[in-house]
């Protein structure tokens, strides 16, 4: 695909979704005669215009780990493991010792939701170690085949992170848990008194204390989404960079991709900590 168009194009190809949007002419795809026309299609269809490569990659991953976690579960044995179920065991003890150590409430919901953040996300960014012309160009032969359509105007991104809307929706479930668990835990007047009494403690500063606790509340999922979108994005686009390389492709692919696997646990790890200590402040009724 790289020595059949410019560098450039190529780069765009793989930066940009399939999407699909509602026109007067029904549902669309945002494949066109030219490169350089990627999303025309969906250009003028306002807000609903849907990331289907987003939405099949971040779906398939989530059930392939509800599957594999029940299958794991209703294997498991009180005796000697399977090196499965003990590769599992591990993990869900590291992710309750977090939950241990950070979360300070009383909530039955916050380990099971770290683990499902910690493998989702994972898996998610682990998408970014798939060869980045792979999968793209599967995706194009098989439309050309189904379709007729040049493999050239087929997109599709297969890492979910590397989407802002994936980060975004991410992060605002986590906020809906964190304004829910303040309410329910603190009471519609204890989340009032937050948000106004604090931190300077006198009805003078009310209206400072308003603004200073709303940007500090809504900086939360911001920069949960931010944080996951901005590393997982950068990693990917320096995948493709290194695929546009030639010859050099393989011997720059192989340690960033070494050092790229840090990168994915991390993020993770950073996105499952940061709702736990969020969750837990919310928790917490001064």
């Known amino acids: 695909m790289a020595s059949e168009i410019t560098t450039q194009e190529y780069i765009l190809h793989h930066l940009t979704n399939a999407t699909m949007c509602s026109t007067d002419d029904g549902l669309k795809f945002s494949h066109g005669e030219e490169l350089h026309n990627a999303g025309q299609v969906?250009?003028?269809a306002g807000f609903?215009?849907?990331?289907?490569?987003?939405?099949?990659w971040s779906i398939g991953l989530g059930i392939l780990f509800l599957w594999f976690f029940r299958k794991v579960a209703k294997k498991a044995t009180s005796?000697?493991?399977s090196k499965t179920q003990a590769f599992i065991?591990?993990?869900?003890?590291?992710?309750?010792?977090?939950?241990?150590?950070?979360f300070h409430g009383k909530n039955n919901l916050i380990a099971p939701l770290a683990l499902t953040i910690f493998v989702w996300v994972f898996l998610m960014n682990l998408m970014d170690l798939v060869p980045v012309d792979f999968l793209p160009t599967a995706a194009g032969e098989i439309a050309h085949a189904a379709t007729g359509v040049d493999p050239h105007n087929?997109?599709?991104?297969?890492?979910?992170?590397?989407?802002?809307?994936?980060?975004?929706?991410?992060?605002?479930?986590?906020?809906i848990l964190i304004i829910f668990y303040s309410i329910k835990v603190k009471g519609v007047g204890?989340?009032?008194?937050?948000?106004?009494?604090?931190?300077?403690?006198?009805?003078?500063?009310?209206?400072?204390n308003f603004i200073l606790e709303t940007v500090t509340l809504l900086a939360r999922p911001f920069s949960l989404a931010l944080r996951l979108f901005g590393n997982l994005y950068a990693g990917e686009?320096?995948?493709?960079?290194?695929?546009?390389?030639?010859?050099?492709?393989?011997?720059?692919h192989f340690p960033w991709a070494v050092f790229h696997i840090l990168v994915i646990v991390l993020q993770a790890f950073i996105f499952m900590m940061l709702t736990i200590v969020y969750l837990s402040l919310a928790h917490e009724d001064h």
């Open 48 to 56: 609903w215009v849907w990331n289907i490569d987003t939405m099949a």
């Open 89 to 102: 065991e591990i993990l869900v003890e590291f992710v309750n010792n977090n939950v241990r150590d950070s």
């Open 237 to 252: 686009l320096i995948f493709i960079l290194i695929a546009t390389l030639g010859v050099w492709q393989l011997p720059l």
């Open 79 to 81: 005796g000697v493991p």
């Open 154 to 175: 087929v997109y599709m991104k297969v890492v979910p992170t590397t989407d802002i809307n994936l980060t975004l929706a991410l992060a605002l479930g986590v906020f």
């Open 190 to 208: 204890g989340f009032l008194k937050e948000l106004t009494f604090q931190p300077f403690n006198h009805w003078a500063f009310i209206p400072v």
């Open 42 to 44: 969906c250009a003028d």
